[in-house]
């Protein structure tokens, strides 16, 4: 079966914050909407049908975790990342923000400090502050076009923190972090003990080339010093389902994470989640090929697009998931008339970079996972913005 990817759906009135949010977020609402992550494609099949099958049922009462919700995930990291974890490791979290605040809260104290890579997810760092713990930066390197880690300053920086927030893949920044790499961020880690929370949110998202090795899999002390964080939310388009979950190989932290989020009653999953999660990990793997298929042609478009049009942007290209990081610096405009170019001139509502932190400013975040006419206008309308500067 094809999946259509063309088709636009409106999502105008669904309480999307993507499409519904434009006034608060750009002060208007005339903007094609590529900024929150989360993608304007229909869901897989299966998940609907799973969704339709137990909302016909009519009574939504308490309920445990779906019996498929477990071996789902059992398999599917095991059959894309050759990684075997048992069920007794696994534990639902609604949500990888939420799982972040509720790490830093379990196993920091405030004032202590938690080293973050900027440009990087924003929530990384106000989860972190707004929990009176200290935002401790090694700030990515970008060399011809690609990040990489500065780990001099990696390890400088590690002796004064007790955690470690790994986005990997990294957002906004598109880098798959090879093995060498994060085995010499586990070494540095467990030798200052430092606890690294993976958040691995985009992992089944990669791009053509390129293959994801989960953390915890490249040696034993990375996998004893590591908690992962993975969901199907990104990857299958179902954000609003609020469903993740945490992977914990060492005993000691699984009991103390499970313990922080059982008496704090954090531990039940909403219904329809798990069905959800399950249903895509058990059938939805080929809509995910063709939405990575898909999302690749939008980023060559991208691509190609600003190589012929616009000499003075270029663009990092993501080694996974939807999002584009555009560096904008050459347009040699401060950041309130960059935010002024792209929102008020061009009408195109993107994040922008210097949200995400030390070396953002000047960047934009592009997401392209919407049908390829909806980019082709935004790349005019830049265009057109562009060659009036
Ligand atoms: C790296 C990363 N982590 C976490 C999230 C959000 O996760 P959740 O919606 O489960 O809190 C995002 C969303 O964009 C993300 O990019």
Redesign the pocket.
Known sequence: MRYNFDEIIERRGTASVKHDALNDIFGCDDVIPMW??DMDFAVPPCVCETLRRRVEHSIYGYTFLSPRWKPAIINWVKRRYSWSVSEEEIGFVG??????AFAIECFTKPGDGVLIQPP??H?YDHVTRDHGRMVVTNPLKLVNGTYSIDFEDFERKAKECKMFLL?HP??PGGRVWSREELLRMAEICNANNVLIIS?E??CDMLLKGYSHTPFATVSDSAAQNSIT?M?A??TFNI?GL?S?YHIIPNPELRHRYCEYLRINELDFAPLFSTEAVAAAYEEGEEWLTQMLEYVEKNIDYVQEFIKENMPKLSMIRPQA?Y?IFIDARGLGLSHDELIDFFVKRAKVGMNDGAMFGEGGEGFMRMNIGCPLSVVEKAMRQIKVAYDKL
């Open positions: 929150v992550a949500g990888i923000v939420p799982a972040l990087v997810y929530p986005c990294h957002n958040d949110i985009h964080l969901a939310s990104k954000a609020k993740s998931s999002l």
